[in-house]
């Protein structure tokens, strides 16, 4: 559980335990936020997804990585790049017996240092369900509230449901005082 009045430090690193994944940030600029992903065996990421205004580069110092991008399997090992650019969906897997580690750029930063501690602070909290995705509503409650350019989206979410979602969780949220998580995690 997260600490009321100590903002989430992305460069200490948090894992998703149901997911297997590890974050920890690296460095956040304008021009890139850059964190290290280290995803354990039998580990993958929740839901194929977009970035909306940022392309996901991942640079593979360990291990090897499965991603489907675009419906094509891609697989990299050390020393491979892979680009996503955004706009394309895309997800990615751990299917083999030792960790991947990745450090995985987002450019251009944008706000994502916030937006991950929002993640951290859900993953922390235990605020996940039992595929290790966190709550939805609050996230994108959440990025509502900050105006977010770092948006990620699932890949079946055409924009306009997207942002309709937002809109609705932004109005229930706002009701049920939820950002109080937000101060929680960011400040």
Not at 78 to 103: M, Q, S, W, Y
Not at 125 to 147: A, E, S
Request: aromatic share 12%.
């Amino acid at each position: 559980m997260t600490e009321l009045g100590m903002a989430i430090d992305l460069y200490q690193p948090f894992t998703n335990p149901i997911t297997r994944e590890t974050f920890r940030c690296i460095s956040s600029t304008e021009e890139a936020f850059t964190m290290e992903w280290t995803v354990h065996p039998g580990g993958y990421v929740p839901f194929e997804h977009i970035h909306v205004n940022q392309d996901e580069i991942f640079h593979i110092q360990r291990g090897e990585m499965r991603a489907r991008v675009k419906g094509v399997t891609h697989h990299g090992k050390v020393g491979d790049t892979l680009t996503i650019t955004r706009g394309t969906r895309h997800i990615a897997f751990n299917d083999k017996d030792e960790p991947l580690v990745c450090n995985v750029e987002y450019k251009p930063g944008l706000d994502h240092y916030k937006t991950m501690q929002c993640f951290a602070g859900l993953t922390l909290d235990c605020l996940y369900d039992k595929r290790g995705l966190v709550n939805i509503p609050r996230i994108m409650f959440m990025l509502k509230m900050v105006n977010a350019q770092s948006l990620t989206r699932p890949a079946f979410a055409p924009d306009w449901l997207f942002r309709l979602g937002m809109n609705t969780f932004f109005t229930i949220g706002s009701i049920l005082k939820w950002e109080v998580l937000y101060k929680k995690y960011t400040t």
